[in-house]
């Protein structure tokens, strides 16, 4: 699973690195509980701007994507929950 995480300023300012420290903690997590996970990869990217903040303009930061799925205004709890959820067996 593919996951990109903004670390741009808007996305910055909003939270982003703590989404990204919670998702670093998740990984732990998963490894631990690995029997009721998928085998699949978490691939964790920290990227200087998507472009969604420029090309909508309206407040969407934070912003990670999951598996091309933008969330907007994300928090720490809908990522992990769209994480979880799509990597549990
Ligand atoms: S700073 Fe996050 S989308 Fe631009």
Redesign the pocket.
């Known amino acids: 699973m593919k996951v990109k995480v903004?670390?741009?300023?808007?996305?910055?300012l909003l939270g982003?690195m703590n989404i990204l420290d919670q998702i670093e903690d998740l990984e732990d997590i998963i490894r631990e509980d690995a029997y009721i996970y998928s085998d699949e990869e978490l691939d964790v990217e920290a990227i200087?701007?998507?472009?969604?903040?420029?090309e909508i303009k309206k407040n969407?930061?934070?912003?990670v994507v999951v598996d091309e799925e933008p969330i907007f205004n994300a928090t720490s709890q809908t990522v992990m929950e769209k994480i979880v959820n799509k990597l549990r067996k």
Request: one cysteine or more; a positive charge; hydrophobic letters at 25%.
């Open positions: 903004c670390v741009g300023s808007n996305c910055t982003s200087k701007c998507l472009g969604y903040c420029k969407v930061a934070p912003v």
